[in-house]
């Protein structure tokens, strides 16, 4: 089993949809897990880190499921400028190293 | 938040020559990390960068095709060596303050080899 997992996708909704990315992870210890975004030839960025309480910033959700080892990011009213590969990030425990998932496409159509 | 720049930012390089990347970040960091991206796949550790220390490498990535310095905590580079066209990718440097805090990436530097 891979270490971090996410659908590869394409998801392609329309704007104005909800839309949401599970991502699992096989160390049941980790601690640390962020969602970030990558465009197209552009680097990582920090979309949002994920905490055991969950998070939200305006239409993104992220939510930790430590119990089925999973972390979700859920968007809300999707708009155009959406569209791009969302990363799953983990950092397992007892180490510093951060593992990526391969992410998952989102295309938002008008 | 750390800002990080890397440099070239893209380059087209001879197959059998070698190309040092170079990465500065605006404030100290505990962690530095070199990754890459291969087209259309997702990023891949190369190796962490020690400070004052040979570089922890990953599965796969050895230390005489891909030697990295870490000369303080701000500063580092990764060199490709002798490149060939399996080597074309874009080569990512990426800092955290510590363990289990965020990660900053840089710009990334595209490589070409022809």
């Known amino acids: 089993r891979k270490e971090v997992e996410q659908d590869p996708g394409p998801f392609n909704v329309p704007e104005g949809a909800t839309v949401a990315f599970n991502c699992t992870y096989s160390?049941?210890?980790?601690?640390?897990f962020f969602w970030y975004r990558q465009d197209c030839r552009k680097e990582p960025k920090l979309l949002m880190s994920?905490?055991?309480s969950g998070n939200e910033d305006g239409r993104f959700t992220a939510q930790l499921n430590r119990a089925s080892q999973y972390i979700s990011l859920l968007i809300r009213d999707s708009k155009l400028s959406d569209s791009a590969t969302y990363l799953c990030?983990?950092?397992?425990?007892?180490?510093?190293?951060?593992?990526f998932g391969t992410g998952t496409r989102l295309k938002v159509l008008a | 938040s750390a800002v990080i720049s890397q440099k070239p930012s893209r380059d087209i390089c001879q197959r059998g020559t070698s190309l040092t990347i170079q990465c500065q970040v605006d404030?100290?960091?505990?962690?530095m990390f070199w990754y890459r991206q291969q087209p259309g796949q997702s990023l891949t550790l190369i190796a962490t960068?020690?400070?004052?220390?040979?570089?922890?490498?990953e599965s796969g990535f050895v230390i005489d095709k891909f030697p990295i310095s870490r000369p303080n905590l701000t500063f580092s580079t990764l060199t490709v060596s002798n490149m060939s066209p399996e080597d074309s990718s874009i080569y990512l440097c990426?800092?955290?303050?510590?363990?289990?805090?965020?990660?900053?990436f840089g710009e990334g530097s595209w490589l070409t080899v022809v």
């Open positions: 960068a020690n400070q004052g220390s040979e570089a922890t490498y």
């Open positions: 990426s800092a955290s303050a510590y363990s289990g805090n965020t990660i900053y």
């Open positions: 994920v905490y055991s």
């Open positions: 990030v983990v950092n397992p425990p007892g180490t510093y190293k951060y593992i």
């Open positions: 404030s100290q960091v505990t962690m």
């Open positions: 160390n049941s210890a980790s601690q640390s």
